[in-house]
Nanobody, 119 residues
Framework: QVQLVESGGGLVHPGGSLRLSCAAS????????LGWYRQAPGKQRELVAT???????DYEDSVKGRFTISRDNPKKMVYLQMNSLRHEDTAVYYC?????????????WGQGTQVTVSS
């Protein structure tokens, strides 16, 4: 069981920056995929960024060059640095941990943190 707690959301002007943090209850080195997802009102949850255990990252096209996912293994933390924020980045952002357990992928989620981009 992995518990995840996000923080760092808030209200920001277009063009501004935020850094989201995700605190994990377990050693994140053992987690196969760490990721950030978001869900805007009336839309499905979508992938924002992922990081594999060996460090490979992947980003949703609209955030490439603006968002950066990173991790701090000793602190059991995952971060999402968001720069050049746009109105369309407004959403609830969720931290995700995906693990392969006995042949099945298991997802763990945080409770989410609201990011609002507004002038």
């Amino acid at each position: 069981q992995v518990q995840l707690v996000e923080s760092g959301g808030g209200l920001v002007h277009p063009g501004g920056s935020l850094r989201l943090s995700c605190a994990a209850s377990t050693n994140i080195v053992s987690i196969d995929v760490l990721g950030w997802y978001r869900q805007a009102p009336g839309k499905q949850r979508e992938l924002v960024a992922t990081m594999r255990s060996w460090g490979t990252t992947d980003y949703e096209d609209s955030v490439k060059g603006r968002f950066t996912i990173s991790r701090d293994n000793p602190k059991k933390m995952v971060y999402l640095q968001m720069n050049s924020l746009r109105h369309e980045d407004t959403a609830v952002y969720y931290c995700n941990a995906r693990m392969l357990i006995f042949g099945d992928w298991v997802d763990y989620w945080g409770q989410g943190t609201q990011v609002t981009v507004s002038s």
